[in-house]
């Protein structure tokens, strides 16, 4: 046959072949985009315009299931915002930081050991870190009976002062006869962590010069009750005030007795 003839033949293959390939992709675009999108809105509740644009994609959401709306408003776990100005006045004390410190006496104790091993001990504290939880207690961040309304009652400079203050007294000196043996689970936790789940070393940010967060407080010398209920109060999500979930998210990987363990070890160890 000649080559015309062939194309005469072939003709109406090709022509049959393109409206079948082209009645394909028209039912795929008609169905899929309006047909099943309309369908399935109408069983959510949706109307059909807003099913389909969810479905081409010009509106967020499924074209199946309603758009969840929430209520909540965003809440920053802190307000705190660290400069140079001010971690320069948090090295710097000041007669106003012992006057404010006064007010502290009763569960602080004078010189910032606290009598009642439920209060943290502030003498040697580091700046930063009361800095943070007394404007955390201010701005509601973190919450308590007590010490939100003395926060609430004292103003940023105020904040700063005190804090100074209790960060530049003496430390309590421990006795070396009262430490506990410890036991060598909990030393790795301290020094290595345990990876398998995912746990950091808690030193790798609360040991001596470690460079963790600035507001890392130090737990060396602090009193045994209170780091256990800290730690319990981050486990159980009582506590919300720590910047990225940090100690939620290791706290909620520990078993009760490491918690507790963890709390005497750095409540009754010398050179942590």
Avoid at 87 to 101: C, K
Avoid at 130 to 150: A, C, N, P, W
Avoid at 179 to 186: G, H, P
Avoid at 190 to 218: K, Q, W, Y
Wanted: aromatic share 6%.
């Amino acid at each position: 046959m000649r080559p015309a003839e062939l194309r005469e033949i072939d003709r109406p293959w090709r022509f049959w072949a393109s409206v079948i390939i082209v009645s394909i992709l028209v039912f795929s675009v008609v169905f899929g985009f309006l047909i099943l999108p309309v369908v399935q809105g109408r069983a959510a509740g949706i109307d059909a315009f807003t099913a389909i644009c969810r479905a081409v994609g010009i509106l967020p959401g499924s074209p199946a299931v309603r758009q969840p709306t929430s209520a909540a408003t965003a809440q920053p776990t802190t307000r705190v915002a660290w400069s140079t100005d001010l971690m320069r006045a948090l090295g710097q004390r000041t007669q106003a930081g012992a006057e404010v410190a006064q007010g502290c006496v009763a569960c602080h104790g004078e010189r910032g050991i606290a009598a009642d091993p439920q209060n943290p001990n502030l003498a040697g504290q580091s700046a930063a870190a009361i800095f943070k939880q007394l404007h955390d207690y201010k701005s509601g961040s973190r919450v308590h009976e007590v010490m939100t309304g003395i926060a609430q009652g004292l103003d940023d400079r105020q904040i700063v002062d005190v804090a100074a203050h209790f960060a530049s007294s003496t430390r309590r000196d421990l006795d070396p006869t009262t430490a506990e043996v410890v036991d060598q689970d909990i030393i790795r936790l301290v020094e290595r962590g345990d990876p398998s789940r995912g746990l950091p070393a808690c030193n790798s940010c609360h040991g001596f010069n470690a460079g963790g967060p600035v507001e890392t407080p130090t737990l060396s010398h602090q009193n045994r009750e209170y780091l256990a209920r800290q730690m319990h109060a981050f486990k159980t999500g009582d506590r919300k005030n720590d910047i990225y979930t940090r100690m939620r998210s290791v706290s909620s990987k520990l078993t009760d007795r490491e918690i507790d363990r963890l709390a005497t070890f750095y409540a009754t160890t010398l050179s942590y």
